[in-house]
């Protein structure tokens, strides 16, 4: 079964750290480029930022850089999120999503990170 599961979301205090994985399950993540997208109450979902499955280039949103840094452990079919200095307005549901072809366009289920004193 095909699948990708995120953890790691949580609650945590202005300037604080997190960092998110996405796990796939029953396909491998080397041919996929990957993306970590978020939805906060009432907005559209938006990319935050993504990396490619050839050369490893990554692209960030303008209101995520320098604090966020994507990353992939194909051994463990895995990539993470890792969340700097966050500010209360990345509260939001992160999810991860694994594309290939349009076939085989994958999203999680999602993790919510919550950013308040």
């Known amino acids: 079964q095909v699948q990708l599961v995120e953890s790691g979301g949580g609650l945590v205090q202005p300037g604080g750290s997190l960092r998110l994985s996405c796990a796939a399950s029953g396909f491998t993540l080397d041919y996929y480029a990957i993306g970590w997208f978020r939805q906060a109450p009432g907005k559209e979902r938006e990319g935050v930022l993504c990396?490619?499955?050839?050369?490893?280039?990554?692209y960030y949103a303008d209101s995520v850089k320098g604090r966020f840094t994507i990353s992939r452990d194909n051994a463990r079919n895995t990539v993470y999120l890792q969340l700097n200095n966050m500010k209360p307005e990345d509260t939001a549901i992160y999810y991860c999503r694994a594309y290939y072809t349009a076939s085989r366009d994958y999203w999680g289920q999602g993790t919510q990170v919550t950013v308040s004193s």
């Open positions: 990396i490619s499955s050839s050369d490893g280039t990554t």
